[in-house]
């Protein structure tokens, strides 16, 4: 009996150990983590990413500078884009980490903090760009159609001051980002993404609450865009309205470029954010559920190859501040012109000169006196007969 009971407890002593071994060793080597991405993909982004980093910071650069030294105008469409290409260089600042992230074989080195500070960052401003392209749609659309002061811009009264409502809307815009970007950033994440930062995230466990601040910001977009559409089409039905029913105005024409180029606006906003915001329901509605690593390596390549699109925007806003701001398009054309212009003038005036001369040369014939009193019954043998002078004429000239 007292040999059984022994063996028995030196048994469950042998278990414990294994079982605590096991679980030590675990613990040490946690189960590997799912490869996401591919050493080719994470080289194109890399190389994509530089390319937007470099011709979005050169063209918001130029744009703001014309807005805050150039303009002269005071409007809400100025402060508007003004503060949107403040967005897009804070987002262009995040870029570079995200490059050398991937051209590091998606290895990140700054620790947690910074990689969700970075992230959001990005994000937040990805969607003050776009709240901001929102209300500069629905301030063309209150100034059309409004009336008297309406027309020169909406105010709003707050402490006992009239205020320009968008001082108002980007002030309250920016305050609310980034007391929303708090949060975000003192969030604990997942302790397995130690050495990784911009990859699929499941929050099927933990951290419930980002995906449904992201789906939120999903459906924000949407009803960003349904005001977009609604106020260009309106303003560009009203425009083409009166150009058609007074051709005779000044304007007439004008209308129609500006109808037009609303439609252009709404176009470049679709093509960069609309793809991503389609898939990004599908995204989130993964990250709480439990997938495969297959799966997961779909949704995570989608989603940054749906996210190049959004990032593209950085460097399609100057365009659309060109198409937007005369001042924008004048600097630019003076910016352009001041340095070709004086190779431009001298090889015009040389192809001037040179095509005048060989015109006097080849004029020589048609203006010199002669008799030709052939009969204009038939225009081609008039013509030919013409040509024929023309050459033994040129001919014996020579």
């Given at each position: 009996m007292n040999l059984n009971s022994t063996h028995t407890f030196n048994s469950s002593i042998s278990s414990i150990i294994y079982s605590t071994t096991d679980a030590t060793s675990l613990s040490a080597n946690p189960p590997p983590v799912c490869n996401q991405q591919n050493e080719a993909f994470n080289w194109i982004l890399a190389v994509v990413y530089s390319l937007f980093f470099i011709f979005g910071l050169i063209g918001n650069l130029f744009a703001l500078w014309v807005f805050i030294f150039l303009q002269?105008?005071?409007?809400?469409?100025?402060?508007?884009?003004?503060?949107?290409?403040?967005?897009?260089?804070?987002?262009?600042?995040?870029?570079?980490?995200?490059?050398?992230?991937?051209?590091?074989?998606?290895?990140w080195v700054l620790g947690s903090v910074a990689c969700k500070a970075v992230g959001n960052l990005f994000y937040m401003n990805m969607y003050i760009s776009i709240a901001l392209l929102g209300c500069i749609s629905l301030d063309r659309y209150l100034r059309l159609r409004g009336k008297g002061r309406a027309k020169r811009g909406i105010r709003i009264r707050l402490c006992g001051r009239s205020w320009p409502w968008s001082w108002v809307v980007c002030t309250c815009l920016w305050t609310f980002s980034i007391?929303?970007?708090?949060?975000?950033?003192?969030?604990?994440?997942?302790?397995?993404?130690?050495?990784?930062?911009?990859?699929?995230?499941?929050?099927?466990?933990?951290?419930?609450?980002?995906?449904?601040?992201?789906?939120?910001?999903?459906?924000?977009?949407?009803?960003?865009?349904?005001?977009?559409?609604?106020?260009?089409?309106?303003?560009?039905?009203?425009?083409?309205?009166?150009?058609?029913?007074?051709p005779d105005l000044p304007n007439a024409q004008r209308y129609q470029r500006t109808a037009k180029k609303s439609f252009f606006v709404l176009f470049l906003f679709t093509i960069c954010f609309g793809p991503y915001h389609a898939f990004r329901p599908i995204y989130i509605f993964s990250q709480l559920q439990d997938i495969s690593c297959d799966y997961i390596q779909l949704m995570n390549q989608s989603n940054e190859v749906m996210l190049l699109f959004s990032a593209f925007n950085s460097c399609l806003d100057p365009i659309m501040y060109f198409i937007l701001?005369?001042?924008?398009?004048?600097?630019?054309?003076?910016?352009?012109?001041?340095?070709?212009?004086?190779?431009?003038?001298?090889?015009n005036d040389a192809t001037s000169n040179s095509s005048t001369i060989d015109y006097r040369r080849q004029s020589v014939p048609f203006v010199s006196p002669g008799n030709d009193s052939t009969p204009r019954s038939s225009g081609i043998v008039n013509s030919t007969r013409k040509t024929s002078l023309v050459t033994a004429h040129y001919s014996g000239n020579k």
């Open positions: 002269a105008s005071r409007n809400s469409v100025r402060v508007f884009l003004i503060n949107c290409a403040v967005a897009d260089l804070v987002l262009l600042a995040c870029l570079p980490f995200r490059i050398f992230y991937h051209a590091n074989g998606n290895k007391l929303a970007l708090v949060p975000m950033i003192a969030t604990a994440e997942d302790k397995e993404f130690d050495n990784k930062c911009f990859q699929y995230k499941p929050r099927n466990k933990g951290a419930k609450g980002k995906a449904y601040f992201n789906g939120a910001l999903v459906i924000m977009f949407w009803i960003v865009f349904l005001t977009m559409m609604v106020s260009y089409a309106r303003v560009a039905a009203q425009l083409l309205k009166v150009s058609r029913d007074k701001s005369g001042s924008v398009r004048k600097t630019a054309f003076k910016t352009i012109g001041r340095g070709f212009s004086a190779r431009l003038v001298s090889l």
